[in-house]
Each structure stands twice: as C-alpha cells, then as structure tokens.
C-alpha cells in the first residue's frame, strides 16, 4: 500500500533544540528535514554528528534566501557544508532545479544519499510548472519535487490536476507536490492521494515554509496515516476557514465510527466555479458550506432541500451519483437544542425577539416561523430586518427599539456576528435590556461559549442555549447526510470544553 511519510522541518538554531524538538514528535514522523540554514555557526560544524543522533532518515537541507530560506554565506560556503556532511548518514538532500556544483552531485552519488531536486515559487502556480517539472530530474534516482504558494483556487485545482496527471503517467511516489499558504493546505493533508512520497510539517509557531501544520494535528485531527489512494473526501469551504471548528467535529465523528476511509478538510474558496470542478477531480463527497459561500453555492446545485429554497442559503452539499445535493442543516441545528430545553417541543404561541438580519437570522426566523411562533426582528440596518420581516411576516425595528422586546419575551436569539471569536469581547447588542429572569437566551456566536450577552442572561437567572450547541447540532445531521450514520455525540464533548 502506498503512503506518503510524514517530514517534520526541523527549524532550531541548534542541533539540541532540534534533537529536543525530535523527542516531542518522534511518534508521528516518520523522517526529518534538518533546515541547516537556520542553524547557529557552531551547530553547523557539528552537522555530520546529527544523522546519528537521530533513529529516522534526514533530509540535509540549506536553503538560500531566493527559495525562501535563511542562508546568507556565498554559494562556495553553501556547497562546502553540503560536501563535508553527505557522507555522514543523511539519507537525502535538497537540491535546487537550478543547483550547480557538480563535485557536491557527486559526493551524494558516493554516499548513497538521494537528491531531492526541488523547484520553489513563493508568488504561484507558474502556468509552466508542469513542463519543469517534467524536466527537472538530472538523474533517474532524484525524487522531484514542486513547493508553490497556492495563491487562489484556481490555482490549487491546477497543482491537483497536475498532480494526479503525474500521479497516472509516472505512477506513485519518487515526487513530491506542495501547495503552500492556507489555499494550498489540501495538498499537505492528501498528499498520499495525490501521489506524493513526502508531506511536510512544522513545529507550532515555527513555520519553515507558509502552510504546514504540527505533526500531531496532521494525524490526530487530520488522520494523515489513515489516508490512503481511497479515501473518501469530504470538507468545508469558505475563507477564510483554515480555522474552523468543523474538521474537528467531523473527523472525530469519523475516528468514533470506526470510518477510516474518510478524512474532512478546510478548503479555502475565492472562486467557486473553480471549486466545483475541484470537487469532480477529487471526488469529493460532500461539503459544509460557510461565509461567504451560502448564498453563492445555490446556483451550481442540481437538487435543494426545502431549508435552502426558505433560508435562501445552502450550508451542505452532498454529491449523489454526480448531483450536488443541497441542504440547510442550520435550521434544525438551531432548533434542536431549542427543543432540548423546553423539553422536547417549542410550545405554541410562542414571541421571540431575533437580533439581526443576515444570513443566519433568516435561517432561525424560518425556523421559528415555522413552529409557529411570533417573532420581532430588531438590526442595525433596519432595511434588512424590514426584508426579512416581510418575507416570513414578522414585526421589525432597529437595535435602538430595544424596549419592545418586553412584548416578545419568551426567548431572546443574538443572530450578529460581532462578538464571534473576541472580535469585540465587550459586544452586547441589547446593553438597555434588563433581563426578567424569564427569558430563555440564545447567542448563537460559538466563541466565546459565554458571550457578554449570555453573561448578563445567566446572572438574571435566564436559561441560555450558546451556539456551540447550534453548530453541533447541525455537524450531527451534516455527519447523517455525509456518512448515513448517526453522528457520535462524545464527537463534539472534547471540543466544546476548549471554549
Ligand atoms: P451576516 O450575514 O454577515 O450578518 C451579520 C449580522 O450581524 C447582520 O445582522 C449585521 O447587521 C450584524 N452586525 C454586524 N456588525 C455589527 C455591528 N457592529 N453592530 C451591530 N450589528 C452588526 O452573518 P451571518 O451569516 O448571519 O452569521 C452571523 C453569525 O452567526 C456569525 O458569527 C456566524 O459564525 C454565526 N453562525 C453560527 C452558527 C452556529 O452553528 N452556531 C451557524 C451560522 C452562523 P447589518 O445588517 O446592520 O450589517
């Protein structure tokens, strides 16, 4: 079975930090790359005692400036620290497609050490990647290798296609394709898939090169050993996205089912025509869709559920023999844990008042709408909540009408996303608001688990839903429309806690 190995870059400034730096992450690597250009000069004297030191093959690096690394001595200097140290145990060493010195070639033929003949663009995809890379070998033994800054999903569809042409008319391995940036991170986690001998990852904070990810998240949260020429993909798209919570909750939900074919990945969309065409080339089988995508996803499906067609937003795409399927898990996702709390049903004649009128909001005032309860929508832009209003026959006001939500007091939804992920820890959309008690309050914001607004409603004595509940409610009926299994719940525990 083919598997890529997984390269921790090894980016001290000495040979004991990195040794330390091995110690740490020795159960997830299977090889390392010793970046000699970031060493100190006395650790770089000592560069034949590493291989040694260290139970698992190394690739000898230093990279000049131009290919985005810190070497600054002449080339003459460069290529005494390769010669001196080849002959010590490195099983590889990375060569420039334009590396000139025929005596350091030799001296890796000698000692046994494969050269990795490498191409950099720090700036893109060059149109032409794939003619040089064809051309890049010297010797039939080199493996190749491409490191290129994906700088729009164009170009990612474009390193991917190369890839898998690669992939098919050379076979696998002895290459190695890497997308850098938060655009080109797919290729890092699916390099098995795409034929690659070699990923590649940093410590946290130490970043060789844009994109890469610690060892342990690469297998822990992104499966990377379980990955194999099969794997059925699956993800989400929006950018940014790199940070969302939805690989862990998805991935987790696949390693409690025991589903070791399946792996869910952030992919970073600017163009979506380009990302559909991604999605056939990879076969991917489903996605969940988030800002700013889920307006912009409706016309490229061929089916819409009925949340989709309300809410006017698609948050899941399920790929069924070639049809995209549409789906808005937001809906019963906010209804859910609303449900929970009252014991199992929403009663009739129910007010809620909903504070804002994006996307969000029109997808909980559906869903309100739809249990029949009476709802009052109060936003900035009081031209937006007048439109929604009227859509699902509701009554509006802007933000500076608070008051009247003492005549829609049963459950209080913040639907703005002003305090998501601290962007405005102090943010309470409602400060004129006093509090009954009575009330049940729902932020749908997920970070911070309490926002001020929650804070303020617990101390009144209200019952509050946060939106973690919202966004694992609607992961789990994702996890159904992806997998056809129910999700785990134990799934969404660990995560939660962390907020
Ligand atoms: P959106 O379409 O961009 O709408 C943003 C809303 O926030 C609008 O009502 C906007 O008012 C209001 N707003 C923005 N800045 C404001 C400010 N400074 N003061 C007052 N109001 C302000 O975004 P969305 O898709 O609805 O998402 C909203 C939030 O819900 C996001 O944080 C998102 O992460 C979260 N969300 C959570 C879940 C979950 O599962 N928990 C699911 C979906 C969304 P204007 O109309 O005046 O601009």
């Not at 409690?256 to 990945?265: C, E, G, K, P, S």
Request: hydrophobic share 40%; charged share 25%.
């Amino acid at each position: 079975m083919n598997r890529s190995s997984l390269c921790l870059s090894l980016t001290g400034a000495t040979i004991t930090e990195n040794l330390q730096e091995i110690e740490k992450y020795n159960a997830y690597c299977d090889l390392y790359e010793l970046r000699a250009d970031y060493l100190e000069p006395l650790s770089i004297s000592a560069l034949s005692s590493f291989p040694e030191q260290v139970k698992k093959p190394v690739i000898l690096t230093v990279r000049r400036a131009a290919d985005g690394g810190h070497f600054k001595g002449s080339e003459t200097e460069r290529c005494g620290i390769l010669r001196r140290s080849l002959a010590s145990g490195y099983r590889y060493v990375d060569l420039e497609e334009d590396f000139q010195d025929q005596k350091t070639e030799q001296a890796a033929e000698v000692s046994g050490v494969t050269v990795i003949r490498s191409f950099y663009d720090f700036s893109g995809v060059p149109a032409d990647l794939g003619r040089r890379l064809r051309n890049i070998k010297r010797n039939p033994g080199e493996v190749i290798k491409a490191a290129v800054m994906v700088q729009n999903t164009q170009e990612l569809l474009k390193l991917v296609e190369l890839a898998l042409e690669l992939k098919v008319r050379d076979g696998w391995g002895n290459r190695i394709i890497l997308g850098m940036g938060p655009m080109g991170f797919p290729t890092r986690v699916l390099s098995t898939f795409l034929g690659s001998s070699i990923t590649y990852s940093s410590t946290p904070g130490r970043q060789a090169a844009p994109g890469p990810v610690d060892p342990q998240t690469l297998v822990d949260l992104y499966r990377f050993p379980l990955i194999d020429e099969n794997v059925r993909i699956f993800g989400v798209i929006g950018n940014p996205v790199i940070h969302s919570e939805s690989p862990g909750l998805q991935n987790r939900g696949f390693s409690l089912r025991a589903m070791d074919d399946a792996v869910y990945l952030p992919f970073q969309v600017d163009n979506l025509e380009a990302f559909f065409r991604l999605a056939e080339v990879l076969d991917i089988r489903g996605v969940s869709v988030t800002i700013p995508h889920k307006q912009g996803v409706i016309p490229f499906l061929s089916s819409r559920d009925e949340g989709v067609e309300a809410a006017g937003a698609c948050n899941t795409i399920v790929w069924r023999d070639g049809l995209r399927c549409g789906y808005n898990t937001d809906i019963s996702g906010f209804t859910a844990p609303l449900k929970e709390s009252m014991g199992g049903a929403i009663p009739a004649g129910l007010r809620a008042a909903v504070i804002g009128a994006g996307g969000a909001a029109r997808a909980v005032v559906y869903a309100l709408r739809r249990e029949g309860v009476e709802v009052l929508i109060l936003n900035r832009t009081v031209e937006r909540a007048k439109e929604l209003a009227a859509v699902f026959g509701c009554s509006y006001g802007s933000l500076g009408e608070q008051e009247r939500i003492a005549d829609y007091p049963d459950l209080i939804v913040q639907t703005t996303s002003v305090g998501m992920n601290q962007e405005d820890p102090e943010y309470d959309p409602i400060p004129d608001y006093s509090f009954k008690g009575g009330e049940i309050v729902y932020d749908i914001i997920y970070i911070p688990r309490l926002t001020p607004l929650l804070k303020r409603a617990v101390q009144s004595g209200c019952r509050v839903i946060n939106g973690w509940d919202m966004l694992a409610a609607q992961a789990g009926i994702q996890f159904r429309l992806f997998t056809g299994q129910d999700f785990p719940r134990e799934a969404s525990s660990g995560i939660a806690d962390q907020y």
